[in-house]
């Protein structure tokens, strides 16, 4: 039985499949993964961005392959990059065979809109030859035209039937490598979808709010959206669609999942929305401790409250806890116990110190002792 039968999420049952050594579906973790937007014919250029993501804690990448430059760059892009790299390949399925052969470990294809069932057949080849998985990605904004004339205009049914006509045309060659995501800007189609498919069929699922929107506006409704079925138990892999760096996209996709007890990789940052009955700036603070966390990766909890009123509860729950005191006279808690008093003189680096200890200590005990129950539940999985 669950101490916290009230957080459980119950993860639907999908198969797994992998792309590239990244397990999607089953019992594997929620991969979060983004998208480069520089022109893939340039790899020095993407191959940069990768490496930015991947040190941002992107579990694959998704490269876009509309033209030959493109898929004759990818060789080079993936042999120097270590995530596993998606290649979307549009409508064009000799781009599909390139990028197969060129090492991409995913394609992102919808293959009734490739041609015929020889050129299926095609990319199914290059795909099983090169151990390529693939995406089946519908979306709301581009659906086919018969879809359209039956139901009048997208709906999740009309979403669910394409990516059911997609994935049986796959099947139809007998290839079953692949996941699929129904994507739509609006949260009520997109999550009435994902819910649709997920009764469907047991495939893994992709989610995303597609063009969501700018870095803030973006990452509510993604999290609104994705939140919802994340919670419910509906998703395998996630990209939060932003118009802002790609690395914020992955920053986004952790903290949604960190919200949710589905992930957990770097500082939890617990802290008050500050009062009048702050004792430090709480605001200022919280942003100064994250600018200069950001390189950690252990998981770990960390609690900024400005007064004593919730500080010490909160505290207690955290590795490690600051409460205002007043005059410059703050608590600390490790372990939620009370350890030391601090002023706010040098508070950010104290706490950052701190951090990095309890960190090294964690990644330590780790390492000696790899099957421990209690340290299972700190991986970032």
Same mark, same amino acid.
């Given at each position: 039985?669950?101490?916290?039968?009230?957080?459980?999420?119950?993860?639907?049952?999908?198969?797994?499949?992998?792309?590239?050594?990244?397990?999607?579906?089953?019992?594997?973790?929620?991969?979060?993964?983004?998208?480069?937007?520089?022109?893939?014919?340039?790899?020095?250029?993407?191959?940069?961005?990768?490496?930015?993501?991947?040190?941002?804690?992107?579990?694959?990448?998704?490269?876009?392959?509309?033209?030959?430059?493109?898929?004759?760059?990818?060789?080079?892009?993936?042999?120097?990059?270590?995530?596993?790299?998606?290649?979307?390949?549009?409508?064009?399925?000799?781009?599909?065979?390139?990028?197969?052969?060129?090492?991409?470990?995913?394609?992102?294809?919808?293959?009734?809109?490739?041609?015929?069932?020889?050129?299926?057949?095609?990319?199914?080849?290059?795909?099983?030859?090169?151990?390529?998985?693939?995406?089946?990605?519908?979306?709301?904004?581009?659906?086919?035209?018969?879809?359209?004339?039956?139901?009048?205009?997208?709906?999740?049914?009309?979403?669910?039937?394409?990516?059911?006509?997609?994935?049986?045309?796959?099947?139809?060659?007998?290839?079953?490598?692949?996941?699929?995501?129904?994507?739509?800007?609006?949260?009520?189609?997109? &999550?009435?979808?994902?819910? %649709?498919? /997920?009764?469907?069929? +047991?495939?893994? @699922?992709?989610? !995303?709010?597609?063009?969501?929107?700018?870095?803030?506006?973006?990452?509510?409704?993604?999290?609104?959206?994705?939140?919802?079925?994340?919670?419910?138990?509906?998703?395998?892999?996630?990209?939060?669609?932003?118009?802002?760096?790609?690395?914020?996209?992955?920053?986004?996709?952790?903290?949604?999942?960190?919200?949710?007890?589905?992930?957990?990789?770097?500082?939890?940052?617990?802290?008050?929305?500050?009062?009048?009955?702050?004792?430090?700036?709480?605001?200022?603070?919280?942003?100064?401790?994250?600018?200069?966390?950001?390189?950690?990766?252990?998981?770990?909890?960390?609690?900024?409250?400005?007064? &004593?009123?919730?500080?010490? %509860?909160? /505290?207690?729950?955290? +590795?490690?806890? @600051?409460?205002? !005191?007043?005059?410059?006279?703050?608590?600390?808690?490790?372990?939620?116990?009370?350890?030391?008093?601090?002023?706010?003189?040098?508070?950010?680096?104290?706490?950052?110190?701190?951090?990095?200890?309890?960190?090294?200590?964690?990644?330590?005990?780790?390492?000696?002792?790899?099957?421990?129950?209690?340290?299972?539940?700190?991986?970032?999985?």
């Amino acid at each position: 039985m669950s101490i916290r039968p009230y957080r459980d999420v119950i993860r639907r049952k999908s198969r797994q499949i992998f792309v590239g050594d990244v397990p999607v579906g089953g019992d594997a973790p929620i991969s979060v993964q983004s998208m480069t937007n520089t022109l893939t014919s340039d790899p020095k250029a993407t191959i940069g961005q990768i490496l930015a993501l991947e040190e941002a804690g992107a579990d694959i990448v998704r490269v876009s392959c509309p033209d030959e430059e493109s898929t004759r760059a990818l060789k080079e892009i993936v042999r120097e990059t270590n995530v596993p790299i998606i290649a979307d390949i549009h409508f064009h399925y000799k781009r599909g065979i390139e990028a197969a052969e060129a090492g991409a470990a995913c394609l992102r294809i919808n293959p009734g809109n490739i041609g015929s069932a020889d050129r299926v057949r095609d990319v199914v080849k290059a795909a099983v030859d090169n151990n390529c998985s693939m995406r089946i990605g519908v979306n709301a904004g581009s659906l086919e035209r018969d879809l359209l004339e039956k139901y009048g205009e997208p709906c999740p049914e009309a979403m669910v039937e394409s990516a059911l006509n997609h994935a049986r045309i796959l099947e139809d060659n007998d290839f079953t490598n692949f996941k699929i995501s129904v994507k739509a800007s609006d949260v009520f189609l997109s &999550v009435a979808a994902y819910q %649709g498919l /997920a009764d469907a069929c +047991d495939y893994p @699922l992709h989610l !995303g709010i597609t063009e969501a929107g700018s870095l803030f506006s973006g990452t509510v409704k993604s999290s609104v959206g994705m939140g919802m079925l994340l919670w419910s138990g509906i998703g395998d892999t996630i990209r939060v669609s932003l118009s802002a760096d790609p690395v914020e996209e992955i920053k986004a996709g952790y903290e949604i999942l960190k919200s949710l007890g589905l992930r957990r990789r770097g500082v939890t940052i617990i802290s008050c929305p500050s009062c009048a009955r702050q004792a430090f700036p709480v605001i200022r603070t919280v942003e100064r401790l994250e600018e200069r966390l950001a390189h950690i990766q252990t998981p770990l909890t960390l609690s900024i409250i400005g007064c &004593v009123v919730n500080g010490p %509860g909160e /505290a207690r729950e955290t +590795d490690i806890g @600051l409460t205002g !005191g007043g005059k410059g006279n703050h608590m600390v808690y490790l372990s939620g116990m009370t350890d030391h008093k601090i002023d706010t003189d040098g508070m950010v680096d104290h706490i950052v110190d701190l951090v990095e200890a309890k960190a090294a200590e964690l990644e330590a005990a780790e390492k000696a002792n790899p099957a421990s129950p209690l340290l299972s539940t700190r991986q970032s999985a």
